[in-house]
């Protein structure tokens, strides 16, 4: 971990020891590296631990306080004399114990029980504090900053010349700090530069770590061998006061955030809290609140560096969860059984989501069945209820013609007569100029064809009334509109003929047309003008007068008025017209009307029917949509 960064006394030469009220022992205990010149750094290191924990041992009456020292016993203990002094004093009759001691060190003498407190920096607590239970009672308050909270940071310092402007400048350079395990030296910086969305494993060029002392970061920008250096906070304000770099040369990058008003040092991350004094379990209660008033009671350094109460480690905890290192190293390392463990919670939610979603699918596709089952039989039930009435409307159509065809049957007699009687003068004319003799070939010819014209008319009003009766399968092609309602005219003339002519009005474009049965639509139109005919069957001839109207409407669609003078109808058969059976006709079925409004509807027409507007008499009129 990080070396001291502040002290009580960090700038001025050691002082002398104060003098010890009686009864009073302090002890340093041996440790740190200064006991192991000369030897080889393992067996040294193995020693070292063996002794420490012999020493701690034999000390096991007095009061034990451990007390990190990274860079080595002498430099450490200068730091903290006036502590030593202070609970001397503040603590008569006790025997002190102070040992200036590496994390590993520290670490082993906590896990052997051969401390009663610890003061080390905040990173390091952290670890003690999930692994064997260490309970801060006080917080260094060093003088640097006014919040307790907020005093040791990173310093990421980069040569006055450098392009580097900001962290994010940072990606594919080259860095260099003390130790990878450096609170403020290296794994403040490491958790800011994860905020700017770089991750120190993967998107820096390099990074190495030189150890002890801070120098050499600095050798390291100076010689070209890295683009920017971590240090902890006020480090290279101190190291320049003290001479040991250059006063000049060096600039630190800013943080994302200005550090609060009356902080002393350049930083180029957010604050974290200064050293804790923690105790440690086993250490008794009386004790340890004891060692807590000596230390709140501790007088103020002429730099205002003192002790207060335990500040908040939540941001401690934080850095090293985002890092996922000491007590969250777990969270690198996925396995379904933490994972589970951890998120147990969330798992739990999740599967009662899950089965929800699975039972609301179960049912909904059940559902779906049963809807599908029922829209299926609800459809088939629809279909045969259309097929129905489709055979249904095609027999009342068949009777319709029926009808109508036996209404105009004895006029087609009439009609097809004079052919036919035409026929037989011809024929017999010529048997006449046979017996006579005259055998002239003009005449003969002439007479054929005579002969052969009026067949061919009798033969033309036959397959009229035949196709008009007949039933079949309805078949929609484009029609021309003024070929089917002439026609309709002359077959309707032969029906009643003892009516002055159709007058017929076409407004339309020429050539218009109409995607339609054909003799559907001529079925209509014969029963309009049928109908308008029998209005005004009590009428004089002369004022039987039927109009027939062809016009475009307002959105371009067809419209077909038919308009007769028979008397006005109330309003009570008005409105009920177009009822099936309703008539108003004494011989009459109720159903022409009413299946000549399912034509028209079927071919996406409507048809109305309204009083004529200036008389008596009625307009029947339907539209339908013209071809383009």
């Not at 010819?445 to 079949?472: C, L, M």
Request: with cysteine; hydrophobic share 40%; glycine share 8%.
């Amino acid at each position: 971990m990080t070396n001291r960064q502040t002290s009580l006394h960090v700038h001025s030469p050691r002082p002398p020891a104060a003098p010890r009220p009686p009864g009073n022992r302090q002890h340093e205990l041996p440790g740190g590296p200064c006991r192991l010149m000369g030897m080889p750094r393992p067996a040294g290191a193995l020693l070292l631990v063996a002794g420490l924990s012999l020493s701690l041992a034999a000390t096991a009456t007095g009061i034990r306080i451990g007390i990190l020292a990274p860079t080595g016993r002498e430099s450490a203990r200068s730091n903290w004399v006036e502590l030593e002094h202070w609970l001397g004093q503040a603590l008569p009759g006790e025997e002190l114990h102070f040992a200036y001691l590496s994390p590993d060190e520290l670490n082993d003498a906590v896990s052997r029980h051969q401390l009663e407190f610890v003061l080390t920096n905040p990173g390091h607590y952290i670890t003690l504090e999930t692994r064997y239970g260490a309970s801060r009672i006080a917080t260094l308050e060093s003088g640097l900053s006014p919040l307790a909270g907020e005093v040791i940071g990173s310093a990421v310092v980069v040569p006055t010349g450098s392009p580097l402007r900001t962290l994010d400048d940072l990606r594919q350079h080259r860095i260099v700090a003390v130790a990878p395990d450096a609170f403020g030296g290296y794994l403040i910086a490491a958790r800011e530069l994860l905020k700017h969305g770089i991750s120190p494993e993967r998107d820096l060029a390099a990074r190495q770590f030189t150890g002890f002392p801070v120098q050499k970061l600095f050798a390291a920008l100076d010689a070209g061998a890295a683009d920017a250096a971590i240090v902890g906070s006020c480090q290279i304000e101190m190291l320049q006061a003290q001479g040991l770099i250059a006063a000049t040369g060096y600039r630190v990058l800013p943080p994302a955030a200005p550090p609060p008003a009356g902080y002393r040092c350049r930083v180029s991350t957010p604050l974290y809290p200064d050293w804790p004094f923690a105790t440690l379990p086993g250490t008794a209660h009386p004790l340890s609140r004891q060692v807590t008033v000596a230390l709140l009671t501790m007088p103020r350094g002429a730099d205002g560096a003192g002790f207060t109460v335990p500040t908040d480690y939540a941001a401690v905890h934080g850095l090293f969860r985002d890092l996922q290192i000491g007590p969250y190293a777990y969270l690198a390392e996925w396995n379904w059984q933490d994972w589970a463990r951890r998120y147990w919670d969330w798992l739990l939610a999740g599967l009662a989501l899950l089965a929800v979603w699975v039972l609301h699918t179960i049912r909904a596709d059940r559902l779906v069945e049963q809807r599908t089952r029922a829209l299926r039989q609800e459809m088939a039930a629809r279909a045969a209820a259309e097929d129905q009435g489709r055979r249904q409307r095609e027999q009342l159509d068949h009777l319709s013609r029926l009808g109508l065809l036996g209404e105009i049957s004895s006029q087609l007699a009439h009609e097809i007569n004079q052919p036919l009687t035409a026929i037989g003068n011809y024929a017999r004319g010529m048997v006449r100029r046979v017996e006579n003799g005259r055998m002239e070939a003009g005449s003969l010819i002439e007479a054929g064809h005579e002969i052969t014209a009026q067949a061919e008319r009798a033969a033309a009003i036959v397959q009229r009334v035949r196709t008009f009766a007949r039933k079949r399968v309805s078949e929609r092609q484009p029609v021309a509109i003024d070929v089917l309602v002439a026609e309709t005219v002359r077959l309707f003339a032969v029906a009643c003929p003892g009516i002055p002519p159709v007058e017929t009005d076409n407004r339309l474009p020429p050539g218009s047309r109409l995607h339609v049965d054909g003799l559907q639509i001529q079925q209509v139109l014969f029963n309009l003008l049928k109908n308008a005919s029998d209005a005004m069957a009590g009428l004089p001839a002369s004022q039987r007068i039927i109009r027939l109207e062809l016009a475009p409407d307002e959105a371009g669609r067809m419209r077909i008025a038919v308009t007769d003078r028979g008397p006005a109808l109330e309003s009570g058969i008005l409105s009920r017209m177009g009822t099936p059976f309703f008539t108003s006709k004494p011989d009459g079925l109720g159903i022409g009307l009413s299946i000549s409004q399912s034509i028209i509807e079927a071919h996406g027409g409507h048809l109305d029917w309204r009083p004529r507007p200036d008389g008596p008499g009625l307009c029947v009129l339907f539209t339908l949509p013209l071809l383009p």
